[in-house]
C-alpha cells in the first residue's frame, strides 16, 4: 500500500503494480469466512462515534444523509444507495480489513454492489486506497453466489440478496484534495490511474476513484475509471 518517498519512480511503477495482481491472486486465509452478516442490525451510519470525530466518520455520516446520490462521468446514468457501514466480512481477528461502506451501484440495466473505501482530505493516498479497497473486494469476491440469498425480507442485508457480489466495484471516494493536494497525494493520483487501468485488464476488477461534493445537490464525481 505504501511508497517511500513522494512518488514511485517510472521504473518501479511496474513492479509495484505486479505486486499488487500478485498478493490479489492468493487465496484468502482457510476458515476466513463469516457464516452470516446477522452481526449487522441496522443499515446506515452505525460506528459509535456520535460525534463523528474521525473525519472519514464524518464524511460516512454525509454519504449517508442522503439515500441516492446521481453519479456523474460513467457515460450513462447512474446512481449509488449507501447501505450498509463498516462491514466486516472475515471472521479472523480486530486487525482484519472492514469495508466503510457497502452500496449499489445502479445503471439503466442493472445494479451491482459497491465496496467504498472513505477517505478526508489528509488522510494516506490514492494508491494506498486502492490496495485498502481491493483487500475488500477480495473477500467480496470470494463469498459463495447464494451467501444471501436467504437473507429475510427485514434484514439490513436484504438489498443485496439477488445482486452478484463476485461482480462487486470498488470505489475510493474522497473529496477533491485528496487527489489533488501538491506532493504524494497528486503523485499517487498519477500512479493509480495506471493501477486501476492494470487490475481491469488482468484481474477483470474495476475500482472506480470518486470526488464525494460539498453539495448533496451535486452529483459523485468519477475522476477516473478504466474504460
Not at 476466513?32 to 456520535?50: F, S, T
Not at 472475515?90 to 459497491?114: M, W, Y
Not at 489528509?122 to 475488500?136: D, K, S
Not at 462487486?168 to 484534495?177: C, E, I, K, T
Amino acid at each position: 500500500m505504501e511508497f517511500k518517498g513522494s512518488r514511485i519512480p517510472e521504473s518501479q511503477v511496474s513492479m509495484h503494480i505486479e505486486e499488487v495482481i500478485s498478493q490479489w491472486r492468493k487465496p484468502p486465509p482457510s476458515n476466513w469466512m463469516r457464516k452470516d452478516l446477522g452481526y449487522i442490525k441496522v443499515k446506515g451510519y452505525r460506528r459509535g462515534d456520535k460525534g463523528r470525530t474521525k473525519l472519514e466518520h464524518r464524511q460516512e455520516s454525509i454519504l449517508f444523509a442522503t439515500p441516492i446520490w446521481r453519479v456523474a462521468g460513467l457515460n450513462e446514468e447512474v446512481t449509488f444507495i449507501p447501505v450498509l457501514n463498516a462491514v466486516s466480512l472475515a471472521n479472523q481477528n480486530t486487525k482484519q480489513r472492514e469495508i466503510d461502506v457497502l452500496g449499489i451501484l445502479t445503471f439503466p440495466d442493472h445494479s451491482i454492489p459497491c465496496s467504498v473505501e472513505m477517505k478526508s482530505a489528509t488522510t494516506n493516498h490514492a494508491w494506498y486506497a486502492i490496495v485498502e479497497n481491493l483487500q475488500h473486494l477480495k473477500l467480496l469476491h470470494s463469498y459463495p453466489k447464494d451467501f444471501l440469498s436467504n437473507v429475510p425480507n427485514e434484514s439490513p442485508c436484504n438489498q443485496f440478496r439477488d445482486l452478484p457480489l463476485s461482480e462487486g466495484w470498488g470505489m475510493v471516494l474522497a473529496p477533491s484534495s485528496f487527489f489533488n493536494s501538491e506532493g504524494k497525494r497528486e503523485n499517487s493520483f498519477r500512479h493509480a490511474k495506471g493501477l486501476i487501468k492494470s487490475i481491469k485488464q488482468r484481474l477483470e476488477v474495476t475500482v472506480l476513484l470518486a470526488c464525494l461534493p460539498d453539495d448533496a445537490d451535486k452529483p459523485i464525481e468519477v475522476l477516473f475509471h478504466s474504460d
